[in-house]
């Protein structure tokens, strides 16, 4: 089993910052995922991090998104620079064995932290 557990979302006006942390406890897995969901639309996939090193990011979020992990802390984290309101939505981390788009894919997912970003 693999326990995931977001922090760090919020209000922010476009332009801002926000930074995300998923800490990751239990049996690991060797990749790390952060994944959206708005109102009305399907879960999508935002970024990924293997534990061993590489990162992978969806095209809409490229230069403006970091994802990021430290291995000590188990923890994963995303930072978000010049935030637009289309990035509003819950932010879910997921842990699987491989780097998919596909949500269905990921074995563990956390309870999700909203993140709105206003005009």
């Known amino acids: 089993q693999v326990q995931l557990v977001e922090s760090g979302g919020g209000l922010v006006q476009a332009g801002g910052s926000l930074r995300l942390s998923c800490a990751a406890s239990g049996r690991s897995r060797n990749v790390m995922a952060w994944f959206r969901q708005a109102p009305g639309k399907e879960r999508e996939f935002v970024a990924a991090?293997?534990?061993?090193?590489?990162?992978y990011y969806t095209n809409s979020v490229k230069g403006r998104f970091t994802i990021s992990r430290d291995i000590v802390k188990k923890t994963v984290f995303l930072q978000m620079n010049s935030l637009k309101p289309e990035d509003t939505a819950v932010y879910y981390c997921a842990a699987g064995m491989h780097v998919v788009l596909t949500a269905r894919e990921y074995d563990y997912w956390g309870q999700g932290t909203q993140v709105t970003v206003s005009s």
């Open positions: 991090i293997r534990w061993s090193g590489g990162t």
